[in-house]
């Protein structure tokens, strides 16, 4: 069974505006990460941001906001006042346990940002 | 935030040699080091795990004689496509984890085998 699932496999949206990347996934593990980064054309992985599954807040870095619904099990990305550069590949990820244990991507959603 | 640099970030080689790409933690030291491949346009596949000081563990159908897998150092871990066949070309990036919860990606390598 898929553990992360990203269902937007292309989305638009209009520079300015808001847009919500979807992300569900699933684990049995109390301890669990999860992640969300930015990979544009160039292919480099740009980290986001992180919720931990014990956090009570929702997390933020500036334009970057994790809607964090832990009984849903859904952890989507949303931007704020969408810029042209933010047009990339968007990669939402999960790491369970400990830290040695490696990331578990989605397929993945590519923005385009319209001007 | 910490540094992961690969080197080199493009190679083209001939069907048939062998490639090394490097991954070094330029600022912290990393006890886990991960190896991913991905296609165009597609997520990343983990091909193998590795720990400062010992064997890599590789994921399920990722040949250990193909990809030979090196974490000689804390700051350093070598992946060696031997034998390289065109469809070996990818994109390879690795990923280094110290003692925070992030995992630190490098910039990738674009292996091109012609």
């Known amino acids: 069974a898929q553990k992360i699932t990203q269902t937007q496999p292309g989305m638009f949206v209009q520079e300015k505006e808001a847009v919500t990347l979807d992300c569900t996934y699933d684990?049995?593990?109390?301890?669990?990460?999860l992640f969300w980064y930015k990979q544009p054309s160039s292919g480099e992985m740009i980290f986001l941001i992180y919720?931990?599954?014990?956090?009570?807040q929702n997390a933020t870095e500036g334009r970057y906001s994790l809607n964090f619904q832990k009984a849903r099990k859904s952890a989507n990305l949303v931007i704020s006042a969408s810029q042209l550069g933010d047009s990339a590949m968007y990669f939402c990820?999960?790491?369970?346990?400990?830290?040695?244990?490696?990331?578990?991507f989605g397929k993945g959603t590519r923005l385009l940002v319209k001007p | 935030g910490a540094v992961v640099s690969q080197h080199p970030s493009r190679v083209i080689c001939k069907s048939g040699t062998s490639v090394k790409i490097e991954c070094r933690s330029l600022?912290?030291?990393?006890?886990?080091m991960f190896w991913y491949r991905q296609f165009p346009k597609k997520s990343l596949m983990l091909m193998a795990t590795?720990?400062?000081?010992?064997?890599?563990?590789?994921e399920q159908g990722v040949e250990k004689d193909k990809f030979l897998i090196n974490h000689a150092s804390l700051t350093l871990s070598t992946l060696t496509v031997t034998s390289a066949h065109p469809e070996d070309s990818s994109f390879y990036i690795c990923?280094?984890?110290?003692?925070?919860?992030?995992?630190?990606f490098g910039p990738g390598t674009r292996l091109t085998v012609t």
């Open positions: 990923s280094a984890t110290g003692t925070s919860y992030e995992q630190y």
């Open positions: 684990t049995s593990d109390p301890s669990y990460g």
């Open positions: 919720q931990g599954s014990y956090d009570q």
């Open positions: 990820a999960m790491r369970e346990g400990g830290q040695g244990f490696s990331f578990i």
């Open positions: 600022d912290f030291q990393a006890t886990t």
């Open positions: 590795s720990n400062e000081g010992s064997k890599a563990t590789y």
